[in-house]
């Protein structure tokens, strides 16, 4: 058991730093792109996306309301990312596409920041990179719980 508990505090210790990292990253990636940290995640989930989507899609992928996706939305259309279009099947309704041509170039910068990405798993089994597929979707999916937690109110009252 001592084993155990000496790695979960390890496994603390280094999520801490990787989580550190990976904030401090994403401001210099975006302080580089002119964009607000959160605007240059919503151009990484709109990449992700199959099409054009709703304001209220994009508060569901960022989990802003609809007046801040709204302002997102503003400062990713002034900066060239996106376009509001008419949805054909709904005039009413109106869609957030991603800029074709802002896209590759997005994706090029990731080609050339990500370029050791991939070298880090090279010595790792296939076994190996499924488990931390796994863990990586499962935080993706606690990271979630625990957002919609913070922004209702779940840790009101909460003690440490």
């Not at 975006?30 to 709703?54: F, I, M, R």
């Not at 990586?136 to 909460?158: D, H, P």
């Amino acid at each position: 058991m001592a084993a155990r508990e000496h790695l979960m505090g390890e496994l603390a210790t280094v999520s801490r730093r990787y989580m550190a990292s990976y904030a401090l990253f994403n401001q210099a990636v975006a302080d580089h792109l002119n964009l607000h940290p959160t605007d240059l995640q919503c151009v990484n989930l709109l990449s992700l996306e199959d099409g054009p989507v709703t304001i209220g899609r994009i508060g569901e992928l960022t989990g802003l309301t609809t007046g801040s996706a709204t302002r997102l939305v503003d400062r990713l259309e002034k900066a060239g990312y996106v376009v509001r279009q008419r949805d054909a099947a709904d005039r009413r309704r109106v869609l957030v596409a991603v800029v074709p041509e802002k896209m590759a170039e997005f994706g090029r910068m990731w080609d050339r920041l990500g370029g050791g990405w991939f070298a880090l798993f090279d010595g790792l089994e296939e076994e190996e990179l499924a488990l931390i597929i796994g863990h990586m979707r499962r935080t993706v999916e606690f990271t979630g719980e625990q957002i919609a937690r913070l922004r209702g109110g779940g840790l009101q009252g909460a003690e440490s």
